[in-house]
């Protein structure tokens, strides 16, 4: 276990966890948000990210500072907390973002760790490879071998209690992103970015986001804090949490804001198109659309930035208490229904449900089925695993409601879409808990039949007798040959 990361809670493969950051002495609640500051353009003052956002931490880029010479010797002098006034912790970026835009940049891994210890910096950061997307599998491949090179430099880097990043690339490549996160998971160092998503993200590209953040965990170790680097928009941070996501950094509060975009958890809209705002946040609630609008850039910019913050801020603290209460899923379908981009990239998570249910908890409060992907969660695999495990009496019916037809039964079990059969005596454990519509759907019919046919085969000598209700045929062709089938007549229900 790293000790300087624990876990608390988790729901999915999401969790709330504690980042001991020594060097700051403080310690940060994950999943975090970390604002992004430039060090020469200060949207919002780090002090009020702070006292009125809640911010723990924050990132800045060490390459930037080191490359203006006032404010080099600024933060040799002062310390870089004091530079930018904040006493949380700060991560520093090391110019991997410079390298990838203008091919070249001046400092080593070496160099440029060593400069981020002299200022001060709580995470530093070694200069790697963000590979973008798309590129072709030798080019990846090399530049990770670049990339594992400068890991291995900053271990050797005398960083005393600053944690050190441990960037995990392979560009659109699952299994490269798998080998690079065993491998950062097998250095000595701290925190695991996923690095060079931003091109994936700002192209909508969630299943692909998914498919990437999954094939990194696979390699992480679950004690590894992940943070996504460059993740910045709060309509996808509930996706990313329940893919095992920790930290996120936003540059884009400010960013959206000098070009007048207005950010919410279902999408950004521009300020000149917005009549209402759907938000009470302090900026929200002292001015109307029409009344931001007649503020100077200035003003206006900074307002919209404080409104991106707290809507970012807010969906963070709404993560944490889907977490607590364990319902993040339900979080993750509702925000699924913002964008069929979203929607995408729920799916891909879902194509992940065995990974999800390594870590997804036994039990939570509750199961709401929402949506025929609600059919996919990791609770209906576990479901499967577990009654695939029951012996069954030697004559059992499999029942959605209805009464024994005539025949004597050793034993009759329950059957609810999408979970399929259990014995009565689960009825009331997870997740057989819970909430289904009245009016199932074709996915969850079929989930159940696979239950079906889970429990036919691991009960070879039992003899079976399923009365369902309506099931369409795509779902009766699961069930197997040797299950007699029955319907539930309406009038027989109990
Ligand atoms: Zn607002």
Same mark, same amino acid.
């Given at each position: 276990m790293r000790d300087h990361f624990e876990l608390r809670d988790g729901d999915a493969a999401g969790r709330i966890g504690e980042l001991t950051v020594p060097r700051a002495g403080v310690t940060v609640e994950t999943p975090a948000l970390m604002p992004v500051i430039n060090p020469n353009i200060r949207t919002v003052a780090p002090a009020r990210l702070r006292s =009125?956002? +809640? %911010?723990e931490i924050l990132i800045t880029n060490s390459y930037i500072i080191n490359s203006n010479e006032d404010l080099r010797e600024r933060a040799l002098d002062v310390g870089l907390h004091e530079l930018l006034d904040f006493d949380g912790a700060i991560v520093t970026d090391s110019g991997s973002f410079q390298l990838a835009e203008y +091919? !070249?940049? !001046? /400092?080593t891994t070496r160099e440029i760790l060593q400069f981020q210890h002299d200022i001060g910096s709580d995470v530093g950061t070694p200069v790697d490879i963000p590979t973008p997307p798309d590129v072709p599998r030798e080019q990846a491949e090399r530049e990770l071998a670049t990339t594992e090179e400068a890991l291995a430099d900053a271990e050797d880097v005398d960083t005393g209690e600053m944690l050190v990043n441990a960037p995990v690339q392979g560009s659109t490549y699952p299994d490269l992103r798998e080998e690079a996160g065993r491998h950062a998971d097998g250095t000595e160092l701290d925190v695991f970015p996923v690095g060079a998503v931003v091109p994936l993200m700002n192209s909508y590209r969630y299943a692909d986001m998914i498919d990437v953040v999954a094939g990194a965990k696979r390699g992480l170790g679950r004690d590894a804090p992940v943070h996504l680097f $460059? %993740? $910045?928009? @709060? &309509? &996808?941070f509930a996706l990313a949490v329940a893919a095992g996501c920790d930290l996120f950094d936003s540059a884009a509060y400010a960013i959206y804001a000098r070009d007048d975009r207005y950010m919410t958890v279902r999408g950004t809209e521009h300020l000149e198109d917005i =009549?209402?705002? @759907?938000c009470s946040c302090a900026v929200c609630s002292a001015h109307g659309p029409d009344e931001l609008r007649e503020f100077d850039d200035e003003e206006r910019e900074r307002l919209l930035a404080e409104h991106n913050l707290h809507v970012s801020f807010a969906e963070i603290r709404r993560i944490k208490q889907a977490i607590r209460s364990g319902n993040l899923l339900e979080l993750v379908e509702s925000r699924a229904r913002s964008h069929p981009a979203m929607l995408d990239g729920y799916r891909a998570l879902l194509d992940h449900a065995d990974q999800l249910e390594r870590e997804d908890p036994v039990s939570k409060g509750s199961f709401f089925y929402l949506s025929n992907e609600s059919a996919r969660r990791p609770e209906v695999r576990r479901h499967h695993e577990r009654v695939g495990r029951i012996d069954a009496d030697s004559r059992v019916l499999l029942t959605q409601g209805g009464k024994p037809s005539g025949d004597a039964f050793d034993a009759v079990w329950r059957v609810v879409p999408p979970f399929g059969p259990f014995p009565r005596a689960l009825s009331e454990t997870y997740p057989l808990t819970a909430e289904v519509p009245e009016r199932t759907d074709r996915e969850a019919c079929e989930a159940a039949a696979e239950g079906v046919a889970r429990v036919a085969a691991a009960n070879p000598d039992s003899s079976f007798v399923l009365a369902h209700d309506g099931w369409p045929d795509s779902a009766l =062709?699961? /069930? @197997? =040959?040797g299950v007699e089938i029955e319907t539930v007549g309406s009038d027989e229900r109990e």
């Open positions: =009125e956002f +809640g %911010a +091919g !070249d940049i !001046d /400092v $460059g %993740a $910045g928009h @709060p &309509m &996808m =009549e209402y705002f @759907p =062709e699961r /069930v @197997p =040959e």
